[in-house]
């Protein structure tokens, strides 16, 4: 039986020039849904693995990443 | 975005001018989310600052702000809460803003049990003018007017405040920031002085210069180095070397001061 994908209960987006590149939503993300980028810059990397939690929205300082809901 | 109102934030005004992995945006949006949570109008509610990284934040803040000089914050919303005492008042202040410049502007709004919220954002550094050493960098560390290292012994905000009269004591780390957040909340809701100490990394005026590593490295040090309250009474001075305790210290009701000037005229006029 072929693993079943989660679905992502919620969808991430980084505003790219808020993003001052601390890493510090990629070490509070649970489930390693961001990454940094080439660039040094926070990126979304494995968006159906996100559970909503809410943390890389929280924890980040330059108010970059939001979420919004998967209904 | 989820939980963050950006009707709270003056948008035009973002990207904020903080390092890369400060910690004052985290506790920027946890009161952001703590105003919100209290249901306050925009209208009512009054932000207040001094000088310094942190004192910045008002900027962002889309209600009515202050930003004074340096160490007054609490002088100048002594003065804006006992003309409008409806307003619910927020000073957002640095380490050396409220303990150096405004140490006694601090102690005695403490004593007074004036009804204002001092949000203290510790980053254990004067960070805008350049890293010298406040009276909450701790023993020891470096700083530009430290290079061997600070001699003199820091502050503990929570014992100050408490000593001072405030009614209300918290403390939360930029790893708690939920933490913070719940603090804001019950310092609002209590009738009196109340002290919230967010403690927050500064990777570029304090950790760079103390070798404490970037951003995260600073986050994890917070986070693995702080004892909830429950948990450090039960612990031995020794054991508490070096760690952080947090959560929420005192909260003790007293006669708040524009309660008390109120039944003065009242009693005056009859």
């Not at chain 1, 926070?42 to 939001?66: H, L, M, Q, R």
């Not at chain 2, 919303?77 to 006694?104: E, Q, R, Y």
């Amino acid at each position: 039986m072929a693993a079943v994908k989660a679905t992502p209960k919620a969808e991430v987006t980084i505003k790219k020039d808020w993003c001052k590149g601390c890493g510090i939503c990629v070490h509070y993300c649970p489930k390693g849904v961001l990454a940094m980028s080439e660039n040094l810059k926070a990126e979304v990397k494995n968006p159906e693995e996100c559970t909503g939690c809410g943390n890389c929205e929280i924890y980040c300082p330059d108010f970059a990443v939001s979420l919004r809901r998967i209904q | 975005m989820l939980q963050i109102n950006v009707e709270n934030l003056r948008m035009q005004k973002l990207p904020h001018i903080w390092c890369p992995g400060c910690g004052n945006g985290i506790a920027l949006s946890a009161l952001t989310r703590a105003i919100d949570k209290l249901g306050y109008d925009h209208d009512e509610v009054a932000i207040v600052s001094g000088i310094g990284c942190s004192s910045r934040s008002p900027g962002y803040l889309n209600f009515n702000t202050l930003h004074t000089t340096h160490g007054r914050a609490i002088a100048f919303a002594t003065g804006l809460k006992i003309f409008k005492p409806k307003m619910k008042v927020f000073i957002v202040t640095g380490d050396g803003d409220c303990t150096a410049i405004g140490g006694n502007h601090f102690i005695h709004a403490a004593r007074r049990n004036i009804d204002l919220n001092v949000i203290l954002f510790n980053n254990n550094i004067y960070g805008m003018t350049g890293g010298q050493a406040s009276p909450m960098t701790p023993f020891g560390r470096t700083a530009t007017t430290a290079p061997y290292g600070t001699v003199e012994r820091n502050f503990d905000i929570m014992e100050l405040a408490k000593a001072a009269g405030a009614t209300f004591c918290g403390r939360a780390t930029a790893a708690h920031p939920r933490l913070i957040e719940s603090l804001i909340v019950k310092a609002a809701q209590n009738k009196g002085f109340s002290v919230v100490e967010a403690m927050l990394p500064c990777p570029i005026g304090f950790g760079r210069r103390n070798k404490l590593g970037g951003p995260v490295e600073m986050m994890k040090y917070l986070e693995e180095n702080s004892v909830r309250v429950q948990k450090a009474q039960k612990m031995s001075e020794e054991e508490l070397k070096g760690k952080f305790v947090i959560g929420e210290f005192y909260n003790k009701p007293a006669p708040e001061y524009i309660e008390e000037y109120d039944k003065i005229i009242a009693k005056l006029k009859k």
